[in-house]
């Protein structure tokens, strides 16, 4: 069985090799983003995949999911990176091009690390798993990963600026916490 969890985040970015020149401007979205988590054989105890409750903010995933909104999201070598870290509080680095296709990856792996490493979903590790992430750039333009997405042999580190961890139910001690490194 799938259940579906919509989520709504404003993301900006740039997109400095694409082939609209406005994208290669700085410019924001309002990403919807449509996380599926899937159980095989039994529901819980409670007949659910996973309680919907386990997916809001102040949960892992949830916050994970928020630190997306209101916030700026750059590739690791990108030009603006030092004066984007220097002006502003939300920031999140990558190391793939922040495109909706990237970005939909790059969700779909932590969300399944959260769900099989992270002690909040201690009782779910070894039944439930993201099936597929659709990160809806605009009203008409979605990207969405599977399973078999994550196979590819890419570089998935991502770091959050202190701003966005200090925000986390779940904080962690050091904020040059590498959420790779963490669930690896």
């Known amino acids: 069985m799938i259940i579906r969890k919509k989520y709504t985040v404003e993301i900006a970015h740039v ?12 410019h924001g979205h ?18 659910m995949v996973i309680d919907f409750s386990m997916l809001k903010k102040g949960t892992p995933i949830g916050d994970f999911i928020n630190s997306f909104d209101h916030s700026f999201v750059m590739e690791k070598d990108s030009e603006h990176k030092m004066y984007i870290k220097s002006k502003f509080d939300r920031w ?22 959260l769900i099989k490493n992270h002690p909040f979903y201690e009782e779910y590790k070894n039944f439930v798993k993201c099936n597929s992430v659709i990160y ?24 959050f600026s202190e701003s966005i961890m200090r925000d986390w139910a779940y904080p962690v ?12």
């Not at 939909?104 to 399944?112: A, C, K, P, R, T």
């Not at 979605?142 to 042999?153: G, H, P, R, S």
Request: proline share 1%; aromatic share 12%; glycine share 4%.
């Open 15 to 26: 997109l400095k090799n694409s082939y609209t020149e406005r994208c290669q401007s700085l």
């Open 30 to 47: 309002r990403g919807i983003i449509e996380v599926f988590l899937e159980r095989k054989g039994n529901l819980d105890k409670n007949g």
């Open 92 to 113: 999140i680095e990558m190391f793939d091009v922040p495109a909706a296709e990237n970005l939909s990856l790059i969700i779909h792996y932590y969300i399944d690390k």
């Open 136 to 159: 809806h750039e605009t009203d008409t333009g979605y990207a969405q990963t599977q399973i078999e997405d994550l196979l590819q042999n890419l570089e998935r580190k991502i770091q």
């Open 173 to 184: 001690k050091d904020y040059t916490w590498d959420l790779y490194t963490y669930l690896e």
